[in-house]
């Protein structure tokens, strides 16, 4: 019986982590974002360099706060993760969404950890 619950122990370390947290210290709002806007998802492609991240491609439809890029329709935004418990948005190309940004390592992220949500 202890060799069985030793195999059982060793084994679940070689097993992959799949389970992620996210630990909000505070809530991006309107108030503390860098811009905020609706828009429309283009296109969503995973970025590895410098660690693991998605650039989320958005058509703007509505700036609500920050720079308006008139020579601009679209806009770039990061997430951490696709999956709301490492700390990111679930978000699908052809949905629409309005998206809290801010700025982390000179570049516009958004996460769970502000108040982007889907709108219909």
Not at 44 to 67: A, D, L, M, N, S
Request: glycine share 8%; charged share 25%.
């Amino acid at each position: 019986m202890k060799l069985l619950k030793l195999l059982f122990s060793l084994g679940t370390l070689f097993l992959p982590f799949t389970g992620y947290s996210c630990d909000c210290v505070s809530m991006v709002g309107l108030k503390e974002a860098k811009s905020v806007f609706n828009g429309k998802v283009l296109s969503v492609i995973r970025i590895e360099q410098p660690y693991i991240f998605y650039r989320v491609e958005f058509k703007v439809e509505q700036y609500i706060k920050g720079k308006k890029r008139k020579c601009h329709k679209s806009i770039k935004v990061n997430v951490p993760s696709l999956q709301e418990g490492g700390c990111g948005i679930p978000f699908k190309v052809g949905d629409k969404y309005l998206v809290y940004t801010y700025i982390e390592d000179k570049m516009l992220f958004t996460s769970n950890c502000t108040e982007t949500r889907k709108i219909e």
